[in-house]
């Protein structure tokens, strides 16, 4: 949202560390610490079987992997697993070609 790169190339974002944080919504504001729905690993491959039921349920019970927006090595995709009742935002990334 701020037009600053978060990796140089697909080989950079999954090398298991981002230039920066993802760490703002879709209006640029800063999110602070936060969970992200990921269940990726950094080299972009699934981390588990903790998908929330292929991200349909929200069950209590049921687990899903997140990453989290303060954390600009492995931890801003791949950190815990949580309840797929608790609340977490998604990423959204852009591909810019030069």
Not at 2 to 15: G, S
Not at 34 to 60: E, I, Q, R
Request: contains cysteine; glycine residues 8%.
């Amino acid at each position: 949202m701020d037009n600053q790169p978060i990796a140089q190339d697909w080989q950079d974002l999954t090398d298991g560390a981002l230039l920066r944080p993802i760490n703002l919504d879709e209006d640029g504001l800063e999110v602070g610490s936060a969970l992200v729905w990921t269940n990726t690993k950094p080299d972009g491959t699934p981390a588990s079987a903790d998908h929330c039921n292929v991200w349909s349920t929200t069950a209590t019970l049921t687990q899903g992997r997140v990453g989290a927006t303060e954390f600009n090595d492995a931890g801003w995709t791949n950190i815990t697993s949580t309840s797929c009742a608790a609340a977490a935002r998604l990423y959204c990334f852009q591909v810019t070609h030069f």
